[in-house]
C-alpha cells in the first residue's frame, strides 16, 4: 500500500503534469524552442516523479521491482535534465534579450535557420552531452531511492564535478548575465517596447513578451540558487579525489541498491510541481491558451463553441425604393426652400372681403409647408359659415414651424 507522503508526491506531480499540456501545445505551435523545451523537461520530471511514487512508496519497498528497462532509459534522460532546464532558460532569456535589443538581423529573423541551430543547440546539445559522459562516472547502474524512484549515483571525484555537476553552474551564469542585460535594456527602451516588437517581427505583443519575461525570472530565481547549492554540495562531498575508471565500474556495477532517505531530496520534485503551476498560470489562462482550448473543444465535437458571423439583415425591394424617394424628396424640398408658397382659400370668399385672399408668402422647407397645410382643419371653417358677423368670427392662423 502506497504511503501517505506517496500518495501525496503522485497526485501533485500528476496534476502539474497535466497543467504543463496546455502551454507545452501553445509554444511547440508557435515554434518557441526554449520555452516548449523547458516545459518538455518540467513534463517529464512530474510525469517520472508520478510514475516512481506509485511504484516505490509502499510498505513493502525493499520488495518492489527492479524495473530494469524503465530504470535505464528514465536514469539516462534524468541526468541531463538539471542542466537541461538551465540551458533551456538561458536560451530563453537570450531570445527575449536579442529581441528588444534589435541589433541582430539574421537572428531576429522568424524563418532563419541559424536561429533554430543556435537554440536546438543550446537547449539540447549540453544535456545529450551529459547523458553519455555520466556514464563515466557513474558509480553503479542506478540506485532505487524510496519516494524518488530511480536516481544515477556518481563516484566521489572531480571528474564527477567536472562531466556533470559543473555544466548548471555554467549556464545558471549565463542565464543570469542574459537576465541582467534584458531587464536593463527593457527598462531603457521601455517607451518603444511595442514598436520594437513589431518591427522585430517576432510574433509578440506587449502581454505576451510580458508573460515571457515574467516566467524567465521566476524559473531563474527559483532554479539557479538551487542548482548553486546543489553544485556546493556536491563540490563539498565530492572533493577532489582522484578518479579511476577501474574502479568506479567494477564487478558490483550491474548490483542494484535500494535506499531509503526519508523525505531527504524530495526538494527538486517540490520545485519542479511548483513552476509547473507557474507556467500554468501564465501560459494557461491567458486568451490565447482560452482561444486553444476552444479549438481543440470544437475538433473533438462540441461545434456549437464555434464562431458565427453576425446576421446579415436583408433589405426588401419595398424599403429599398422607399429610401431613394425619400432622398429624392428631400433633394426636391431643398431645391423649393426657396420658393413663394401662396395659400389661397377662394372656398371661403364670403367670409372675408370679396377681393382678399390669404396670402402667406415665407421662406419656408417642405416640411414646413407640409405643417402648415394641416393646422386649418376645413370643417371648422364650414361651421364657421354660419356666423351672422365677420366680427364674431375669431379666426386665427398659427403656424409653429419647428425646425430639427
Not at 510498505?59 to 535534465?81: E, K, Q
Not at 544515477?152 to 545558471?172: D, G, H, Q
Not at 359659415?385 to 403656424?399: A, I, K
Request: with cysteine; aromatic share 12%; hydrophobic share 40%.
Amino acid at each position: 500500500m502506497i504511503e501517505k507522503t506517496g500518495q501525496l508526491i503522485a497526485a501533485f506531480s500528476f496534476l502539474a503534469f497535466v497543467l504543463n499540456i496546455p502551454p507545452s501545445c501553445y509554444h511547440i505551435g508557435k515554434g518557441n524552442i526554449p520555452a516548449s523545451s523547458l516545459i518538455l523537461w518540467l513534463s517529464y520530471n512530474n510525469l517520472t516523479s508520478f510514475i516512481n511514487a506509485l511504484i516505490w512508496s509502499g510498505n513493502d519497498f525493499y520488495s518492489s521491482p527492479n524495473a530494469p528497462g524503465y530504470c535505464d532509459l528514465t536514469v539516462r534522460i534524468s541526468t541531463g535534465s538539471s542542466t537541461g532546464k538551465i540551458c533551456c532558460l538561458a536560451c530563453l532569456i537570450m531570445n527575449l534579450y536579442f529581441i528588444i535589443d534589435a541589433e541582430h538581423n539574421k537572428f531576429l529573423d522568424s524563418g532563419s535557420k541559424r536561429r533554430t541551430y543556435i537554440n536546438l543547440a543550446i537547449c539540447w546539445l549540453t544535456p545529450v552531452c551529459i547523458m553519455g559522459t555520466s556514464l563515466v562516472v557513474q558509480s553503479s547502474r542506478y540506485v532505487i531511492v524510496k519516494y524518488r524512484g530511480c536516481v544515477a549515483p556518481y563516484s566521489i571525484t572531480y571528474a564527477s564535478v567536472l562531466l556533470v555537476t559543473m555544466w548548471i553552474l555554467i549556464w545558471s551564469f549565463v542565464a543570469t548575465v542574459f537576465a541582467t542585460l534584458t531587464v536593463w535594456t527593457y527598462l531603457r527602451k521601455r517607451r518603444d517596447i511595442k514598436d520594437i516588437l513589431k518591427c522585430t517581427n517576432s510574433g509578440l505583443n506587449i502581454r505576451r513578451f510580458a508573460r515571457l519575461l515574467i516566467f524567465s525570472l521566476l524559473i531563474m530565481f527559483v532554479l539557479c540558487p538551487f542548482a548553486i547549492f546543489n553544485f556546493v554540495n556536491d563540490v563539498r562531498e565530492y572533493g577532489i579525489s582522484s578518479f579511476s575508471f577501474s574502479e568506479t565500474h567494477n564487478e558490483l556495477w550491474n548490483h542494484i541498491y535500494k535506499l531509503e532517505f526519508g523525505n531527504y531530496g524530495l526538494s527538486s520534485r517540490i520545485v519542479d510541481i511548483v513552476l509547473s503551476v507557474i507556467t500554468f498560470m501564465l501560459f494557461g489562462m491567458g486568451t490565447d491558451a482560452i482561444e486553444m482550448y476552444r479549438k481543440a473543444l470544437i475538433r473533438i465535437g462540441f461545434t456549437s463553441l464555434r464562431k458565427t458571423a453576425p446576421d446579415v439583415i436583408a433589405m426588401s425591394s419595398e424599403f429599398k425604393e422607399s429610401r431613394h424617394s425619400t432622398r429624392a424628396t428631400q433633394k426636391t424640398g431643398q431645391s423649393e426652400e426657396t420658393a413663394n408658397t401662396t395659400f389661397e382659400f377662394s372656398k371661403y370668399k364670403g367670409l372675408f372681403d370679396p377681393s382678399a385672399s390669404i396670402s402667406l408668402a415665407r421662406t419656408l422647407s417642405k416640411s414646413a409647408v407640409a405643417y402648415a397645410e394641416t393646422i386649418v382643419d376645413p370643417d371648422d371653417l364650414d361651421r364657421c359659415l354660419g356666423c351672422t358677423s365677420e366680427s364674431s368670427l375669431n379666426l386665427r392662423f398659427d403656424f409653429n414651424v419647428q425646425r430639427h
